[in-house]
């Protein structure tokens, strides 16, 4: 179960444990900081370690973007290796362009790791109502992947 006082909502919280314990197959786990305290950043406080029986099977990646007047809540999981296991988004608060959480949409970045890039309408879909969502969800995409490969570079990860 989520435990972190920056995504304190529980409709989040749930949707999240749901989708690490779908994806994972597990149905016990914790949640660490995947970087240690000396290496402090934004986005490392949003990067957390997913481990089961004692051992780390991968990373979530929880994280916001703008859409066209508010924002959505995501989460991004990766294996231990770094690839994209699945995209979700846990929370969409607009009228329109809420199929940017379509499994189908959302399903052209599973498979893909830290050495990929995306670019709209190139190698990610377009969506007709959503182009802002689209736009920045790609982008924070490609912020996280950007993130990992330092990260693992820097031999932190």
Same mark, same amino acid.
């Given at each position: 179960? #989520?435990?972190?006082?920056?995504?304190?909502?529980?409709?989040?919280?749930?949707?999240?444990?749901? *989708? /690490?314990?779908?994806v994972f197959s597990? *149905?016990?786990?914790? #949640? *660490?900081?995947? /970087?240690? &305290?000396?290496f402090e950043d934004f986005l490392s406080k949003r990067l957390l370690s997913i /481990?089961?029986?004692? &051992?780390?099977?991968?990373?979530?990646?929880?994280?916001?973007?703008?859409?066209?007047?508010?924002? %959505?809540?995501?989460?991004? #999981? %990766?294996?231990?290796? #770094?690839? /994209?296991?699945?995209i979700k988004i846990l929370v969409y608060r607009e009228d329109y362009g809420g199929e940017i959480g379509s499994k189908r949409w959302l399903s052209q970045f599973k498979g893909k790791s830290f050495i990929e890039r995306f670019k709209y309408r190139k190698n990610i879909a377009a969506i007709s109502g959503a182009t802002i969502s689209v736009n920045s969800l790609t982008d924070a995409v490609n912020d996280i992947l950007t993130y990992l490969t330092s990260l693992k570079n820097q031999g932190v990860i």
């Open positions: 179960m #989520l435990i972190n006082s920056s995504f304190a909502f529980s409709q989040i919280n749930k949707k999240a444990d749901k *989708e /690490i314990k779908k597990i *149905e016990n786990y914790q #949640l *660490e900081r995947a /970087i240690n &305290q000396n /481990i089961s029986d004692n &051992q780390k099977i991968g990373y979530a990646y929880l994280g916001t973007a703008p859409s066209q007047t508010k924002y %959505f809540d995501y989460l991004v #999981l %990766f294996d231990d290796n #770094l690839v /994209i296991q699945s």
